[in-house]
């Protein structure tokens, strides 16, 4: 964020509001001189949630955008996201599972694209792999998961040739201390969609019989026959 550029927008809003600093002041719960420093663009010397409590005052809203060695850091993310996806790949590989990338669908609105469609021809099981880095919101998760297995056979069908008997969900998070913490909080709700846990939910993966929902953590660092926790 360009910090004297900022200042100068939250100058021009405050005049278009026919506002002084005094009473935009009074009206957000800041000091006038808070204003005036971050009006002359010194946006360090305030706590970032006055900051968007000024602007949100003003009808505006602040995006802060994190930048690491000269680019946007998402791909920070992006990468997190690959390995841990390319790590389930390999363990569903292991497993006799018909991996595919990245399936993509558009189904009256509904649209979006699927971590990894993964076909077990013997059991003529669809699992419909879910990655997340991170499990920011549940209930979009669970939405969204919900979303893709409804309209997973029809895919598989038209895409593919596959006609599952079954199909299963499945949510992956990375193996981190991170991870485990907001599912432990989110547990309640999370079980009642994935049911099937650690070593269950990998008996299942080699021999798919019956339902099997389940949630695993997976090391993106974790090959095929290594050990890791559950």
Known sequence: MDDVRAGRLLRALRRRARLTQKQLGA????????LSV????????VQIRTVRQVFRGLEASVDLEIRWRGG????????????VVGATADLLSA???????????????????????????????????EVKTELASVEATLRKHDEK?????????E???????????L????????????????ERVLARTY????????RWLTNPIGRGDGLLFVSSTTRPGRSQRL
């Open 27 to 34: 009206l957000v719960g800041v000091s006038q001189q808070e």
């Open 38 to 45: 971050l009006e002359r663009g010194h946006f360090d010397a």
């Open 72 to 83: 946007a850091i998402d791909r920070l993310l992006d990468e997190r996201h690959a390995a």
């Open 95 to 129: 497993s006799r599972w018909e991996v595919v990338p990245e399936v993509t669908y558009n189904h009256f609105g509904d649209r979006g694209s699927i971590d990894l469609f993964a076909w077990h021809a013997p059991s003529a099981t669809l699992l419909i792999v």
């Open 149 to 157: 297995t409804r309209l997973a056979p029809g895919v598989a069908a």
């Open 159 to 169: 895409r593919f040739g596959w006609r599952p008997t079954a199909v299963a969900r």
């Open 171 to 186: 949510l992956v998070l990375p193996d981190q201390r991170t991870a485990r913490r907001q599912v432990e909080r989110a």
């Open 195 to 202: 049911p099937m846990r650690g070593w269950a939910a990998r």
